[in-house]
């Protein structure tokens, strides 16, 4: 009998003749630790922890599938990679879970700097975002591109490997033949609808006439792409009709967006609702009733997962962001033990890591992809210490959860009367409430570890040399810098407040106000335009002004996608190479104005009721020498040490709880 508090969710499903132990797949992601030296051992944990955690299929990053990609991926186009994939396969079956491979190539589609020079494509068309232009593949091409899929499949068949799922969507290549907007060929690959389908009916067919009934072969296809002229939530269902009239398939599941302005709809964030596309993927599984399909798409609890099974909006659950999190996921939730679960936050921190070229990271996971990843208590310091943590922000609380987990006695000292730093005022800004599982998670687990606080008095030097430690970490934070070119005829220095104390008055008044609110961002980071839209909330004008070429030229893509939609949709005017001038030409009463960097006249912002300014932070390290010289051993982590982002603060927190 099941006795997990969520039946459904953890009950098996038999898949071409495969029996999953749970609905739970984890979702393609690329987690980008390469190939050039062998396997890295970083990606066979990350898919063995990913299955170790509980999940009954695993899904992979895209497979080399064709001579056109070369060695760049994991290779199953020849026999160069067969060791590698039977290590993956092996590993991924040992925990009792299913390993299916993805089969995608990109096409034209381009969502990094720079255009590709050598794509393939369906027509001689642009890509949408990146404006990198194709060349068409030819009939022939396209039957042996089919002919090496198949026998890559088999390949990977061979290697253990349960089955294949098809990327047909996120304007890759499959999706561009499938799509009227950039499928413009006029022979048996396109022209009307059968055929801007055939391509993908015939790769399907191929791969089941040599893998047989018994491999599972899924299909993601494009749910509404968001592109004019593109593929909507009618013609996906129709698509999906079309293709299982034609082949059998053993599930189906949808993406959403395309490389172009709609991109930011596939990593939904805090701007979009929980679970944002099960009320469309219901609608969508009307169309192929006797195909088990897959909801995706911001789902991160298991008490939504379960209530998704039970409404019948969708057969299985497709969890991407949710697994790098926290791969224990599934074992927590079918325990009871659902509130010891790390939450993704939707920051999309790990799509901005993979497309810069950076192996993936996690702002809620500094141990993603480490062979312990799913230990709650690490391997036992060979010496143990006490360990004094300054700071209770997202840094400082991983250093003292990381340092307790190995064994050592920790104090934590921080200046507010509560844990989260500068996290904590994030995360009360709209659309940045997700932020707050960070530090609940850190402070929830310090709770179970025995981490002692002093909460709600700064710490002095003397009440930590006092407390007698063998080891400090400094976790002090940063502050906002008076801005060097800022106008200053008036000697606002010290009297304008910079952002984050700006916003933190407000948050204490919950009153609506009158005129207009002005930001100098030279920040460049989403905490400025989480703020700008709470200042929209308050005032009747919001402006924006930066020296910069545009805004939030440090935001990954997919959310500088959002933020300026929003700030359009909202009335957020956005004014850049521009500086603000503060002047007092109205008997003596200070006026604020704005110029050009390039220089000309001075422009008015009328009504002006609020200005602070987001810059540069400097670390606050002061009490970094006066410990060093007290003979302390001191590590500072996070923004004291240097002022970045949230996945260097936990990542840098975890590696000091891990040397002291």
Known sequence: MNKSPYPLLFSTQVLAGQTLKNRITHASISPRFGFHQGLDPRYLHYYVNRAKGGAAMVVTDPIGISPMHGLERLCAWNDSMT????????????????????????????????????????????????????????VAQIQDFVAHTAQSCQRMQTCGFGGIEVSAGHGHLFHQFLSPRSNQRDDAYGGDFARRVRLLIELCQAIREVCGSGFIIGVKLPGNDGVPGGIDWQQAGLIAQHLVSSVHIDYLTYCQGSHHRSLEMHLPDDSYPRQTYVARIRELKAFTPDVPVMGLGR????????????????????????????????????????????????????WKTINNNRHMGCDNNPRLAQSNELDVMLEPAPHLHKVAVIGAGVAGLQAAVTAAARGHQVMVWGSSAQVGGKTRLMAQLPLAESMSSIYDHQWMMAQQLGVTFQLGVPASASDVVAWQPDAVVLATGASMTWPMDLPN????????????????????????????????????????????????????????????????????????????????????????????????????????????????????????????????????????????????????????????????????????????
């Open 83 to 138: 060791d590698h994939l039977r290590r993956l396969a092996d590993g991924v079956r040992a925990q009792g879970s299913v390993l299916i491979g993805q089969v995608q190539d990109t096409g034209r589609g381009r969502h990094v700097p720079g255009r590709s020079f050598s794509s393939m494509g369906a027509s001689s068309l642009p890509d949408d975002l990146s404006y990198t232009m194709p060349q068409p593949l030819s």
């Open 489 to 660: 005829p008036l000697q606002l220095e010290g009297v304008v407040p910079d952002l984050r104390l700006a916003i933190s008055d407000l948050l204490r008044t919950h009153m609506r106000q009158t005129g207009t609110a002005v930001i100098y961002d030279l920040d460049q980071t989403e905490g400025t335009y989480a703020a700008a839209e709470y200042l929209r909330d308050r005032f009747d004008r919001v402006v924006v002004l930066s020296p910069r070429e545009t805004i939030a030229e440090e935001v990954v893509l997919v959310m500088r996608q959002r933020i300026h939609r929003r700030f359009f949709e909202r009335g957020i005017e956005v004014k850049t190479w521009v500086d603000p001038v503060w002047t007092d030409r109205f008997e003596n009463e200070a006026c604020l104005q704005y110029r050009s960097v390039f220089g000309g006249p001075l422009q008015d912002i009328e009504d002006v009721a609020f200005f602070a300014y987001s810059s540069a932070r400097r670390p606050n390290n002061a009490l970094y020498l006066p410990l060093v010289a007290a003979g302390l051993n001191v590590t500072m982590v996070g923004d004291c040490k240097m002022a970045r982002d949230v996945l260097a603060a936990t990542a840098e927190g975890h590696a000091a709880g891990m040397t002291v």
């Open 299 to 350: 789902i991160t609890d298991p008490a939504e997962a379960e209530a998704i099974l039970a409404r019948g909006d969708a057969d299985m659950i497709g969890l991407g962001r949710a697994l790098i999190v926290d791969p224990a996921w599934p074992i927590k939730a079918q325990s009871g033990k659902a509130s010891e679960i790390r939450y993704c936050v939707s920051c999309n921190t790990c």
